[in-house]
């Protein structure tokens, strides 16, 4: 049985940063697609990182480059998402998600076999 628990997500005002973490347990996630994505009410889930957990190849929606870093912890199976110059437009519930399929689009939440039950940040202006 796999699980994700995420963590860190919290009311901030706009201008803040957040550390988001996601832990996996019940798999070594060594060579996987390990994704961020978020989800606002009466909107699409969508993708914001993802992370190559073998090849260390990390990938972004245009909305956070240049102010989100993904990273792993492969010792501790770990996920971090790092937020910074947060905006209003960041607030929403942040999912971790792993595929592991060799070829997927990490921006395509069905290609994503496990998922967190999420943590809630909200940016306030």
């Known amino acids: 049985q796999v699980w994700l628990v995420e963590s860190g997500g919290e009311s901030v005002q706009a201008g803040g940063s957040l550390r988001l973490s996601c832990t996996i347990f019940g798999i070594r996630v060594d060579n996987a697609c390990m994704g961020w994505f978020r989800r606002v009410p009466g909107k699409e889930r969508e993708g914001v990182a993802c992370?190559?957990?073998?090849?260390?190849?990390?990938y972004y929606a245009d909305s956070v480059k240049g102010r989100f870093t993904i990273s792993q912890d492969n010792p501790k199976n770990t996920l971090f998402l790092q937020m910074s110059s947060l905006k209003p437009e960041d607030t929403g519930m942040y999912y971790c998600a792993a595929a592991y399929r060799s070829v997927i689009i990490w921006t395509r939440p069905s290609d994503f076999g496990d998922w967190g039950q999420g943590t809630q940040v909200t940016v306030s202006s």
């Open positions: 992370i190559h957990t073998r090849a260390g190849v990390t």
